[in-house]
């Protein structure tokens, strides 16, 4: 018995963390769209739960961008035209509270747009002006041999649909879920370390 309530306040602990980061001010802001960050992520996160998708990549879709909010002045650096690597920021963050299917479409989230505006020419001209920016901060489409190393990546097919659910996510104002309502999945994905 003593052993589940460790788990249990493990898994509590990780979503504890996790409505702390997303409370806090940075949060109100996204990096040049017109909606705020976190209600971009829960967006996502809703986005990925009406596609159906499995609980691992729901948590990822709600989680993709919180590498934004675990750097140090995001929006200065991007007003300075510097890549914080959020994406990397965030995975790593991930992979010490949940496993791999959760922190790598996270990880390729970014490398999943710079494949898309490679592979599908239509898909740069649905990106919002901010995305269009930061595209460029971020290498630009993907030259022929990074096309090859991004696809045979694992969890790169989930950081594709997440990429254009999070394209998808940025309507100001959205009614969306509430952190809260992502609690189980976030507590049934948690690692107990």
Request: charged share 30%; hydrophobic share 40%.
């Amino acid at each position: 018995m003593v052993e589940k309530e460790s788990k249990e306040s493990r898994m509590s602990k990780v979503y504890q963390e996790i409505e702390k980061i997303f409370t806090t001010g940075i949060a109100e802001e996204y990096l040049g769209e017109d909606v705020k960050l976190v209600e971009h992520m829960l967006q996502c996160g809703d986005l990925a739960r009406e596609a159906g998708a499995p609980d691992y990549l729901v948590v990822a879709s709600l989680l993709h961008d919180i590498g934004h909010l675990l750097v140090d002045d995001a929006p200065g650096a991007q007003d300075s035209g510097i890549d914080m690597h959020h994406d990397v920021v965030g995975a790593q963050w991930i992979e010490a509270r949940f496993p791999a299917t959760v922190s790598e479409p996270v990880r390729l989230h970014v490398a999943a747009k710079r494949y898309l505006v490679t592979t599908n020419h239509d898909y740069l001209s649905k990106l919002s002006h901010a995305s269009v920016q930061t595209l460029y901060m971020q290498g630009g489409p993907l030259n022929q041999e990074e096309v090859i190393d991004f696809i045979s990546r694992e969890g790169a097919e989930d950081a594709v649909r997440v990429r254009l659910w999070d394209d998808l996510a940025k309507i100001r104002d959205k009614q969306t879920s509430s952190l809260a309502d992502f609690k189980s999945a976030i507590d049934s994905l948690a690692i107990d370390r």
